[in-house]
Nanobody
Framework: EVQLVESGGGLVQAGGSLRLSCVVS????????IGWFRQAPGKEREGVSC????????YYADSVKGRFTVSSDNAKNTVYLQMNRLKPEDTAVYYC???????????????WGKGTLVTVSS
């Protein structure tokens, strides 16, 4: 059974950092593209970052380039999203998602976690 479980969300002041984790089971992070998405209240879900280890592809939304970094730990079957210099507009529920075909815009990814809430105070 494929499962993705996010953790690491919380409340942080603007300018601070958080690291989100996405622990996956049922497949290896090497074989699937793992994407991070977020949904703010009243807004559509948007892609934040994506990592496809098999072809070394990474993707970042323009709004997070230079601040967020996606990485993986194959031994732990975990993908991370390091978020630095956080802004109030980064406040959202963050989801990780996986797809064997590659990085696909929401809602195209096949498997989804339940999300973790990130709140950035001003």
């Amino acid at each position: 059974e494929v499962q993705l479980v996010e953790s690491g969300g919380g409340l942080v002041q603007a300018g601070g950092s958080l690291r989100l984790s996405c622990v996956v089971s049922g497949f290896t992070v090497d074989d699937y593209a793992i994407g991070w998405f977020r949904q703010a209240p009243g807004k559509e879900r948007e892609g934040v970052s994506c990592l496809h280890s098999s072809d070394s592809t990474t993707y970042y939304a323009d709004s997070v380039k230079g601040r967020f970094t996606v990485s993986s730990d194959n031994a732990k079957n975990t993908v991370y999203l390091q978020m630095n210099r956080l802004k109030p507009e980064d406040t959202a529920v963050y989801y990780c998602a996986a797809d064997p075909l590659g990085c696909i815009p929401s809602p195209g990814m096949e498997f989804w976690g339940k999300g973790t809430l990130v709140t950035v105070s001003s």
